[in-house]
C-alpha cells in the first residue's frame, strides 16, 4: 500500500536553529515527491519536485533531498516567517494519484 | 493572473441541503481536483478531472458529485449534506498528472450541523 509518514508531528525552533523534517514513504514506483508549505487559512504552497534518489533542491533557507525511502527538508538558519505546515506527497504508483502526510507543524521562536 | 479561486470561502449547511462548490483556474491546466482536509488527516482525494468533460473518482468520493463543463471551472457539490462532511475543501490544477505539482486553492471551511 502506497503510504506517506511525516516526523515530528511539531516542531519549536528558535530563530536560527537549523534542523530538518522527514518525510518516509512506501509507494510502488515512484514518479515525484512534492513538498508543500501551509499557513494557516490558507491553501498549500508548492515548494519542490524532487524525482529521483539523490536528487537535491533548494530554495532560500530550504533544502530538499530524496533517498529510496525518505525525504528530508532541512532549514537552515530559520527566521519567524518559515513558520507553517509542511507537506510532503508522493505519486502512488499502484494508486495513480497523489498521497499526502500528516505534515510537521513548525513553529520558529523569535 | 489568480492562479486558482474558490467560492464560497465559508459555508454553513444543516444537514440535507445541497450545495456548489465552485473552483476556477486560469492557468490552462488540464487536471483539476478536489481535496478535503481533516484533523490528523493528510489531505484526501474526492473526485479529479483529467480534461474538458471527465471526471474521476478518488479515495473519497460517496455523498459528492462532480462537473467540469468548462477547462477552467471544477464544481463539486453535495447534493444531501452530513455532519461527516464537515472539512475544509481543496480545489488544485495541474498541468499533467504525476510529475507535475499541483497548485492550490484558498479553500472552503464547510460547517454541517
Known amino acids: 500500500e502506497d503510504q506517506v509518514t511525516q516526523s515530528p508531528e511539531a516542531l519549536r525552533l528558535q530563530e536560527g536553529e537549523s534542523s530538518s523534517l522527514n518525510c518516509s514513504y512506501t509507494?510502488?514506483?515512484?514518479?515525484?515527491l512534492f513538498w508543500y508549505r501551509q499557513d494557516p487559512g490558507k491553501g498549500p504552497e508548492f515548494l519542490f519536485t524532487?524525482?529521483?534518489a539523490g536528487e537535491e533542491k533548494e530554495k532560500e533557507r530550504l533544502k530538499a533531498t530524496l533517498t529510496k525511502k525518505e525525504s528530508f527538508l532541512h532549514i537552515t538558519a530559520p527566521k519567524p516567517e518559515d513558520s507553517a505546515t509542511y507537506l510532503c506527497?508522493?505519486?502512488?504508483?499502484?494508486?495513480?494519484?497523489?498521497?499526502f502526510g500528516t505534515g510537521t507543524l513548525l513553529a520558529v521562536q523569535p | 493572473n489568480a492562479g486558482v479561486t474558490q467560492t464560497p470561502k465559508f459555508r454553513v449547511l444543516k444537514t440535507g441541503q445541497s450545495m456548489t462548490l465552485l473552483c476556477a483556474q486560469d492557468?490552462?491546466?488540464?487536471?483539476m481536483y478536489w481535496y478535503r482536509q481533516d484533523p490528523g488527516m493528510g489531505l484526501r482525494l474526492i473526485h479529479y478531472?483529467?480534461?474538458?468533460?471527465?471526471?474521476a473518482k478518488g479515495e473519497v468520493p460517496d455523498g459528492y458529485n462532480v462537473s467540469r463543463l468548462k477547462k477552467q471551472n471544477f464544481l463539486l457539490g453535495l447534493e444531501s449534506a452530513a455532519p461527516s462532511q464537515t472539512s475544509v475543501y481543496f480545489c488544485?490544477?495541474?498541468?499533467?498528472?504525476?510529475?507535475?505539482?499541483?497548485?492550490f486553492g484558498p479553500g472552503t471551511r464547510l460547517t454541517v450541523t
Open positions: 524532487l524525482y529521483s
Open positions: 492557468m490552462n491546466h488540464e487536471y
Open positions: 506527497a508522493v505519486w502512488g504508483g499502484a494508486t495513480n494519484k497523489l498521497i
Open positions: 478531472s483529467v480534461g474538458e468533460g471527465t471526471t
Open positions: 509507494v510502488s514506483g515512484l514518479r515525484g
Open positions: 488544485a490544477s495541474s498541468y499533467g498528472g504525476s510529475t507535475n505539482e499541483q497548485y
